[in-house]
């Protein structure tokens, strides 16, 4: 799956988050197009990278309750009514990072509203387009996240941009699964060993879900 | 699966995130490690769940 991360931010090399988010999409091949480096925008060819993507990511800090002025631009100059009918069934997601904690996103929180609801200009427009939208990947306050907690965002964020279904516990493990295959991890006996561990854990957990819901089944059946 | 494999799986994580130099693959360690954790944590639901209605006289 191709996944286009569109980048808006003034300033991009001296943002902390932004280099270090894209040392995630490079890990999974995720093209980086960062926009406020271009002068102006090659409508055609901005669309072409569109076209040859799968999902779609608008990447920015919150700026004013909606992103940086090159998006907007961007945009305004890219899409069309007409344009919108090539992107339908295309995935779009927004990774957006903040200087304020999660907790000041809610009602009755320091800014009252949540992203979701900051941001519903871009759920229109995935509507309108027919796309599906996946639920906002959202940043708060990089700059105070501890060690763990910022290689776990790594993480995350590649999963955002890579991994092929809903997230649920077991498209994870999927995920990770297919990733010791893919990436260049050490190879040694103990690697081995815990990659077929953790594959042995992942079927059993598939094994308890299909007996759990056997087990339902049977009960229906007798109920009816 | 029982509860000492569980805990070489958690320690054998915990040494690879512990000594691995590069960056990017502490992070994949990390990962591991947090999923791991939740599928132990769902296991014994499901198991728990499971015991529950084998258990559940009414179905006797």
Same mark, same amino acid.
């Given at each position: 799956? $191709? @996944? ?10 001296n943002s902390? #988050? ?17 926009l406020?480096? /271009?002068?102006?925008y ?10 040859n ?5 608008? =990447? ?5 309750? #909606?992103?940086?002025?090159?998006l907007? &631009?961007? /945009? ?8 919108? %009918?090539n992107?339908? %069934?295309?995935?779009?997601? /927004? ?10 996103f ?7 509203y949540?992203? %979701? $609801? ?11 387009a027919?796309m599906?939208? +996946?639920p ?14 910022? +290689?776990?965002l790594?993480? %995350?964020?590649?999963?955002? +941009?890579? =991994?092929?279904?809903?997230?649920s516990?077991?498209n ?10 893919? $990436?260049?991890?050490? =190879? *040694?006996?103990? @690697?081995?060993?815990?990659?077929? @561990?953790?594959?042995?854990? #992942?079927?059993? +957990? ?6 759990? &819901? ?8 007798? /109920?009816? | 699966? *029982?509860n000492? &494999? *569980?805990?070489?799986l958690l320690e054998?994580? =915990?040494?690879?995130?512990? @000594?691995?130099? $590069?960056?990017? &693959? ?12 939740q599928?132990q ?14 258990? *559940?006289?009414?179905?006797?």
């Open positions: 799956m $191709q @996944t286009l991360v569109i980048v808006s931010h003034p300033d991009v090399d902390s #988050t932004q280099q270090f988010l894209q040392q995630g999409a490079h890990l999974v091949q995720a093209k980086w197009h960062y406020d480096k /271009l002068e102006t090659n409508v055609v060819q901005e669309r072409q990278l569109l076209l993507s799968q999902r779609i990511i608008f =990447q920015f800090p919150l700026y004013w309750y #909606t992103s940086p002025a090159s907007a &631009k961007w /945009l305004a100059q890219v899409l069309s009514t007409k344009f919108l %009918d992107l339908e %069934d295309k995935e779009l997601g /927004l990774a957006v990072s903040t200087g304020l904690p999660a907790k000041d809610q009602a009755g929180g320091k800014i009252g949540h992203l %979701d $609801q900051i941001l519903t200009p871009y759920q229109a427009l995935a509507q309108q027919k599906i939208f +996946l906002i990947f959202a940043i708060y306050q990089f700059s105070y996240l501890s060690e763990i907690e910022r +290689l776990q790594l993480m %995350d964020y590649q999963r955002y +941009l890579s =991994q092929t279904k809903l997230d516990l077991k994870r493990s999927d995920w990770y699964l297919n990733y010791f295959q893919h $990436q260049q991890l050490t =190879q *040694n006996q103990t @690697t081995q060993l815990i990659q077929d @561990t953790f594959r042995q854990t #992942t079927q059993e +957990l598939d094994n308890l879900q299909t007996t759990l &819901k056997l087990i339902k089944q049977d009960e229906d059946d007798t /109920l009816e | 699966m *029982n000492s &494999k *569980n805990q070489w054998q994580i =915990q040494q690879q995130l512990h @000594t691995e130099p $590069q960056y990017e &693959k502490r992070a994949f360690w990390q990962g591991l490690k947090t999923v791991v954790e599928q944590d769902r296991i014994q639901q499901l198991q728990a769940e499971i015991d529950g209605h084998l258990w *559940n006289h009414e179905q006797w």
